[in-house]
């Protein structure tokens, strides 16, 4: 059963940046499509970003392309979502997600969590001066 464990989240003030890592057991990470999601206060969960297994396509939302970048190391099965420029918009609990890589690849636009089958259990990002 893979298991997901994220970490670098923490208070950091507007412009500033932080970088997410998603650390994975008890599978091989390169049979995966991963992604990235975050829930702010009050609102639905949303997907932020994805990358397919050998890191050949990847996918972002409007409000995070050009600024959040993501990636992966399948061999030390762990991926990442870079995040500069942070704004207070960007607050909230951050996820990090798998799935096995499929044919047609879920990871084609902005990352749907209803595709997703594996779960982090989440680390808080929080933009502020």
């Known amino acids: 059963q893979l298991q997901l464990v994220e970490s670098g989240g923490g208070l950091v003030q507007p412009g500033g940046s932080l970088t997410l890592s998603c650390a994975a057991s008890?599978?091989?990470?390169?049979?995966?499509?991963v992604g990235w999601f975050r829930q702010a206060p009050g609102k639905e969960r949303e997907g932020v970003s994805c990358i397919t297994k050998a890191g050949l396509r990847r996918q972002y939302a409007d409000s995070v392309k050009g600024r959040f970048t993501v990636s992966r190391d399948n061999a030390k099965n762990i991926f990442y979502l870079q995040m500069n420029n942070l704004r207070p918009d960007d607050t909230g609990a951050y996820y990090c997600?798998?799935?096995?890589?499929?044919?047609?690849?879920?990871?084609?636009?902005?990352?749907?969590?209803?595709?997703?089958?594996?779960w982090g259990q989440g680390t808080q990002v929080t933009v502020s001066s």
């Open positions: 997600a798998a799935e096995r890589e499929t044919y047609p690849p879920i990871c084609t636009g902005v990352p749907r969590q209803d595709y997703y089958g594996h």
């Open positions: 008890g599978f091989p990470l390169d049979y995966y499509t």
